[in-house]
DNA sequence: AAAAACAGTTTGGTATGACAAAAAAAGGCG
DNA sequence: CGCCTTTTTTTGTCATACCAAACTGTTTTT
């Protein structure tokens, strides 16, 4: 059941290693933007040995607290919510690989949402709703162009993220957009489902600025469940 | 019949033998709850040297697909939900350690359990209600063990994760409380406090049973607010 | 016979040295 | 000063070696 007591079994260096270069990167001993110093200086200066040292900047690199292309140096990246989130890529990959995979993250998304439209008709201060109509009517403005309005619905759903003052929210919308906008743009989008959409958010935010969270909430299913039937219909089975 | 690794330049032949090891580990060839091969085997079937052996385990560890202790030969693990949020574990870790970095995860619990009252309160099954009803009572009976308390806690709002059907959900709940435990098991906790917790949960589930959206939210967050209080108090400063 | 102790074999963790190819740095030239 | 060529680093990979921990089969003990 609940694991036992599992415990120190003697840990490797490129462990150890990994924790002190994590600590110097938070305390900026390595400057974030910076390169990481070459292998062998690190090896020299922590006597290990470079299988060690490799071992360890990629375990860095697998917790997104450098970024390492091949053949180039590892830079330092900054910690934060957005590097966190990055770093959860190949499990959302294989999530939405699996069978409802699609499906799950999108109910996900639909339940965070109604909770933060909810939140906007009560808490959205007047610089959130001017962005908003700002959104909705750039929204308004691309109908015709598909492309540029798949960017604006993203903006006007972005502005939910922010109303509520947490750091995460905004990088978890980015999340949503970036690992659904594979199936999202293969989708075919034509005048009139953007006019659809369009409609709806115009929806979603009056009634917002009525401060009817229920309406709100209603409008936003309508809205997203509409959105998943075209997902639905264009990919024939459920994804 | 060894299949060369193919070396797409620019693509390191450690990526290379992991693309190998995930799809075989997807198709089944590698059993799932199974060792890995020695590395040396690995080595001579893929014409690779160690090195590249090590670093191909090490990415697969990282993402999840296989659990790898020290000294023990990786196990192959079942890719799913409760492995892809595992893999999140250090960066979250991070983020907790930031300014703000408990308060955000646990906003973000709030408002996504204000969401999934609400829905339970629309949608809760009669199974799902029994489930609640037992688990409050369970609550109640633990009041003056506050260890076991704490279980039933979790257990009663597990239920709610599981109303909607949505795999990923009850992983999510069992990440949540995984990440705040530490804060949470250090934290005093007296028969009183246990009273007040089960007196929350208590309105919670009636709120439920009369399928009142509005109360159930209501009450739902004045306990996870109350909850927050009891957290900072402890702590003195906003962790 | 079951359990414990033992010895030999495998296997992972680490170190060292080497080399090709790519990148970075240095130098030379216009 | 900027562009091109040459030199020096540096990374990616390989091969080899050693040790200690884990594994396996066998023997001894209870």
Known sequence: MTDPIRQNVSER?????????EQQINDGTLAVGQPLPPEREIMEVFAVSRTVVREAVQMLA???LVESRPRFRPIVRKPGYEAAI?????????LLAMPGGVRSLFELR???EASLVRDAALHATKDHLTGMQRALADNEAM????QRFYETDNAFHR????VPDNPALPQIHKAYTHWLSGHWLKMPRDAARNLTNYQAHSRIF??????DADAAETALREHLDAAWDQVRQTFGHQP
């Open 13 to 21: 260096a490129a462990d150890s290693l990994v924790t002190i270069l």
């Open 62 to 64: 697998a917790r997104g």
């Open 86 to 94: 990055e770093t959860v890529g190949s499990s959302i990959n294989r």
């Open 110 to 112: 639909i339940m965070m």
């Open 143 to 146: 109908i015709d162009d598909s």
């Open 159 to 162: 502005i939910l993220y922010e």
């Open 206 to 211: 009056e009634s917002i600025l009525m401060r």
